[in-house]
Nanobody
Framework: VQLQASGGGLVQPGGSLRLSCVAP????????MAWYRQTPGKQRELVAR???????AYLDSVKGRFTISRDSAKNAAYLQMNDLKLEDAAVYFC????????WGQGTLVTVSS
């Protein structure tokens, strides 16, 4: 099972992007949805996570700038990223966990002036 992630791109510092992730309908309802990111030479890190019940957690460095949400009607999770900084540049991966873990293909976020 693979998730469908989209929404990356090039943005200037201070700009915004919205990432989207669609999961299979039969799993989405039960899934913890999350966004991770990875840069070359570093481990993949958890950016934000939202449970099926709506509990949310963020990486400290993105608190107040990023917002994770989910839409059950669309079987989708989103990551709204505002006030992007140079250090937010990474490949972002969508993750779903319903007891089994699935990943999206990764979407590149470039922050550059």
């Amino acid at each position: 099972v693979q998730l469908q992630a989209s929404g990356g791109g090039l943005v200037q510092p201070g700009g915004s992007l919205r990432l989207s992730c669609v999961a299979p309908a039969r799993f989405f309802r039960w899934s913890i949805m999350a966004w991770y990111r990875q840069t070359p030479g570093k481990q993949r890190e958890l950016v934000a996570r939202i449970t099926a019940g709506g509990s949310i957690a963020y990486l400290d460095s993105v608190k107040g700038r990023f917002t994770i949400s989910r839409d059950s009607a669309k079987n989708a999770a989103y990551l709204q990223m505002n006030d992007l900084k140079l250090e937010d540049a990474a490949v972002y991966f969508c993750n779903a966990d319903w007891g089994t873990t699935a990943w999206g293909q990764g979407t590149l976020v470039t922050v550059s002036s």
